[in-house]
């Protein structure tokens, strides 16, 4: 029996949780119960394998178990962005590999339409709107960066439209940046309403269970996950946990959570929309990996997020949220000085999974132990591409997605502590330190 060493303990505040459609939690789990599937993990990923597994396996229960509730964790906290396009920061064009890099698209095109497809078929209230994406910079080097970028989009048959600072307000409402580059295929969304919409219409074979964390596991013939009232025994078990994998025994020194920080204004006045002007949906990159992302939602909000920090038991820190508020401030005003009576209503932290490499794990774990794990920041797309494409091989399913996941070396091992946390927070400071006004 190995025991889980950490547990979710994410803060109390995340704006979209609290501004989506409020649903009713599924109950715990209490007693024991046994299951031919059981998947750990209610974020886009476990989601995405639960439906396509109910669908793989019409008269099987499949069991869904969440520790906290659905849309609360770091799925309903992310930026909403759902990205078709590859971003390879370590590529000079940030495409790299053309061949991969088609690979990626596709991926990430199958995300998307089977987010759209769930979306459209059960009218889920998520503000899904098809808006692209600006990738914009500040100074010379982030232009340098969205010139290569664009070139890179070209090889790959994207269409994007580069578009100078002066006519930037008339697109997002601010003349913060020097250019922008315009990338079709993005789609926004309320992130926490989306996975609420995803729970809600799962399959009638699969149980949901959620305020469940699990405390510890015992792997034999079968899976037996134990929790503070019962156990769940299962067959075969799905890992969708990301970062918290590795206290389940797999991927250990090869993951690295990390948490970014985002802060979302209340509604602008009928004045204040008039104003900021621009389109009344978009949302911005920054060109720098390392600076502000923000956007204006349906609701005529204003997100702003950026600033990192990095923990290895996968739980964020209060003192860091404290802080980082404070960047949010100074990142809004710079770029909508005219607002600066507008406050942020809410402000939290949200987990990425991240590895040195940018390989996440896709497939066999174990005997009777099956992952999809490790989205690099692409949780929305990829994690609900990966989530079905894993239950599709799991039923005996092959193709050129799965083999291509299937071929990845995954994500490679990094130092012992304490030299990671030194070296990756290291690494962090000095990213932020020198993306300068992308903040």
Not at 115 to 129: A, N, P, Y
Not at 296 to 313: A, E
Not at 331 to 357: H, M
Request: overall charge neutral; some cysteine.
């Amino acid at each position: 029996m190995q025991k889980i060493t950490s547990l979710p303990a994410d803060d109390a505040l995340p704006g979209w949780y609290h501004t989506s459609p409020s649903r009713t939690p599924r109950p715990a789990h209490v007693g024991q119960k046994h299951a031919r599937w059981a998947i750990v993990g209610a974020g886009l990923t476990g989601l995405a394998a639960a439906r396509q597994m109910a669908l793989n396996f019409p008269d099987d229960e499949i069991v869904l178990i969440e520790a906290q509730e659905v849309g609360y964790g770091p799925a309903g906290r992310n930026a909403g962005f759902a990205i078709d396009v590859p971003h390879d920061i370590g590529a000079k064009d940030y495409i790299g590999d053309v061949t991969t890099a088609r690979l990626v698209l596709k991926l990430n095109t199958l995300g998307q339409d089977y987010l759209r497809s769930i979306v459209k078929e059960h009218g889920i209230e998520c503000q899904m709107t098809e808006s692209g994406k600006y990738q914009a910079a500040v100074g010379e080097q982030g232009v340098a960066i969205l010139e290569a970028y664009r070139s890179g989009l070209e090889k790959i048959g994207r269409e994007t439209q580069m578009i100078s600072g002066q006519d930037l307000p008339d697109h997002i409402g601010t003349s913060y940046y020097k250019q922008a580059l315009f990338i079709p295929g993005t789609i926004l969304l309320q992130p926490s309403a989306l996975v609420k919409g995803l729970a809600n219409s799962l399959p009638s074979n699969v149980t949901l269970y959620e305020y469940t964390p699990i405390t510890s596991i015992n792997y034999g013939e079968k899976v037996t996950l134990v929790h503070d009232k019962g156990s769940i025994t299962a067959d075969k078990l799905i890992l969708a946990n990301n970062a918290f994998a590795s206290h389940f025994g797999f991927l250990r020194g090869r993951l690295l959570p990390t948490f970014l920080y985002g802060s979302l204004t209340r509604p602008l006045s009928a004045d204040e929309q008039a104003q900021l002007g621009g389109k009344p949906v978009w949302g911005v990159i920054p060109a720098h990996p390392f600076g502000s992302t923000v956007r204006r939602t349906v609701d005529n909000r204003i997100l702003v997020r950026n600033s990192f920090s990095f923990h290895p038991d996968g739980r964020p820190r209060e003192h860091h949220l404290n802080n980082f508020i404070a960047n949010h401030r100074k990142s809004f005003e710079r770029r909508f000085p005219t607002l600066n009576q507008v406050d942020f209503e809410y402000s939290w932290s949200g987990a990425i999974c991240l590895s040195e490499n940018h390989e996440g794990f896709f497939g066999q774990l174990a005997p009777n132990v099956y992952g999809a794990l490790c989205c690099n920041g692409l949780g929305i797309t990829r994690g609900t591409a990966t989530g079905k494409l894993l239950a599709d091989m799991i039923a005996g399913q092959r193709n050129e997605l799965i083999d291509f996941l299937v071929a990845s070396p995954g994500p490679n091992k990094t130092p012992p502590e304490p030299f990671l946390s030194i070296g990756v927070n290291s690494v962090l400071k000095w990213g932020q330190y020198r993306a300068g006004r992308e903040v």
